[in-house]
T-cell receptor
């Protein structure tokens, strides 16, 4: 039973489209995250939610909007997709903010904008 | 703000040789440090972590790391490389406080030569 699951695994779309990526965790964790991994493998945090409350919002374009309907789910909606949005997006979860526990990551969603 | 520097974007060793992946960090608070491994087209898996206590920590797959405060380092080692160790390795530091996040290094690609 997958701990952190993301859908879809691959997403190819045209510029200007709107798309969503879904994430669910069954670990009972209270904090969830979205990270972006660029073509050089660099990982950067985008958002963090703790018990459905946004606690981290890095300098991400407002075309990106996270939504957390409950503490087990964190979805990412992207409007007006641009070529530069092409990347792998990882969802992760942790308990108690993750400081001493680390994160559990999903397997990623590879987004390609053409 | 904390940061992580991984020395060497690519390390190549022979099967059976010592693996040494270098990580230096910068943190204004006592750091919590992590090593993650990413196999091709997969998510990140926690190898090991340092929070408090013993400075030599052992992880999965025979890896270990030593926290050296005086050198601000957390290098990852494995006595004898195996072909299955070929992957991307990420060092990360966790910031304290309420809005906790993992800050990653740029990654080191480990190649194992037969």
């Amino acid at each position: 039973d997958t701990a952190v699951s993301q859908t879809p695994k691959y997403l190819v779309t045209q510029m200007g489209n709107d798309k969503s990526i879904k994430c669910e965790q069954n670990l009972g964790h209270d904090t969830m995250y979205w990270y972006k991994q660029d073509s050089k493998k660099f990982l950067k945090i985008m958002f963090s939610y703790n018990n459905k409350e946004l606690i981290i919002n890095e300098t991400v374009p407002n075309r990106f909007s996270p939504k957390s309907p409950d503490k087990a789910h964190l979805n990412l909606h992207i409007n007006s997709l641009e070529l530069g949005d092409s990347a792998v997006y990882f969802c992760a979860s942790s308990q108690e903010g993750g400081r001493g526990y680390g994160y559990t990551f999903g397997s990623g969603t590879r987004l390609t904008v053409v | 703000a904390q940061s992580v520097t991984q020395l060497g974007s690519h390390v190549s060793v022979s099967e059976g040789a010592l693996v040494l992946l270098r990580c230096n960090y910068s943190s204004s608070v006592p750091p919590y440090l992590f090593w993650y491994v990413q196999y091709p087209n997969q998510g990140l898996q926690l190898l090991l972590k340092y929070t408090t206590g013993a400075t030599l920590v052992k992880g999965i797959n025979g890896f270990e790391a030593e926290f050296k405060k005086s050198e601000t380092s957390f290098h990852l080692t494995k006595p004898s490389a195996h072909m299955s160790d070929a992957a991307e390795y990420f060092c990360a530091v966790s910031e304290g406080g309420g809005a906790q996040k993992l800050v990653f290094g740029q990654g080191t690609r480990l190649t194992i030569n037969p």
